[in-house]
T-cell receptor
Framework: DTGVSQNPRHKITKRGQNVTFRCDPI?????LYWYRQTLGQGPEFLTY????????KSRLLSDRFSAERPKGSFSTLEIQRTEQGDSAMYLC?????????????FGPGTRLLVL | RKEVEQDPGPFNVPEGATVAFNCTYS??????FFWYRQDCRKEPKLLMS???SGNEDGRFTAQLNRASQYISLLIRDSKLSDSATYLC???????????FGKGTTLSVSS
């Protein structure tokens, strides 16, 4: 499968714990995006990378959230001191990054439940 | 005001029906427009881009009215497999975040 992959697919954690999610974009895609989706809502942008550079962060990305893409390939999203309000599906998307307007391809998401 | 607004539905239609979804966006600087489809508990997938001149892909027709900041999606001859949530999406600047509406749920029944 050469699509975007995300791990884990599901995560249940207790409030206050730290969690880390991983995203592997489509090979050779330079742009990588993180979104969050809660029930009944569309996905909301969190942050994005062009290669290893983090170019934009949404105000939704509080200081408990950090994202990295150290080698310009896979990315991790860490949430520290999780809160119940962090429960959501975390979606990763990637695009080639060679043209101005490109399709973003989404991974299957990581579903987080904070108890 | 939300940046992208859609009627959440649900739209319940019989097979073979024609159904139309509408969407409005608030930022006149929006540059590109899309419809994504999302099945229950799955990721969004691009259904079609929306061009100023309007475009068609089989049973699906998308229209854009920049003056009214309005986007539409028409589905003809609905199939059971069309049951999903349809997300209206805009992009303000190339290569940056997509802005999604809440989605419109369609249920097609036999």
């Amino acid at each position: 499968d050469t699509g975007v992959s995300q791990n884990p697919r599901h995560k249940i954690t207790k409030r206050g714990q730290n969690v880390t999610f991983r995203c592997d974009p489509i090979s050779e895609h330079n742009r990588l995006y993180w979104y969050r989706q809660t029930l009944g809502q569309g996905p909301e942008f969190l942050t994005y990378f062009q290669n290893e550079a983090q170019l934009e962060k949404s105000r939704l990305l509080s200081d408990r959230f950090s994202a990295e893409r150290p080698k310009g390939s896979f990315s991790t999203l860490e949430i520290q001191r999780t809160e119940q309000g962090d429960s959501a599906m975390y979606l990763c998307a990637s695009s080639l990054g060679l043209a101005a307007w490109e399709t973003q391809y989404f991974g299957p998401g990581t579903r987080l439940l904070v108890l | 005001r939300k940046e992208v607004e859609q009627d959440p539905g649900p739209f319940n239609v019989p097979e073979g029906a024609t159904v139309a979804f509408n969407c409005t966006y608030s930022n006149s600087a929006s540059q590109s427009f899309f419809w994504y489809r999302q099945d229950c508990r799955k990721e969004p997938k691009l259904l079609m881009s929306v061009y100023s001149s309007g475009n068609e892909d089989g049973r699906f027709t998308a229209q854009l009215n920049r003056a009214s900041q309005y986007i539409s999606l028409l589905i003809r001859d609905s199939k059971l497999s069309d049951s999903a949530t349809y997300l209206c999406v805009v992009n303000i600047q190339a290569g940056t975040a997509l802005i999604f509406g809440k989605g419109t749920t369609l249920s097609v029944s036999s």
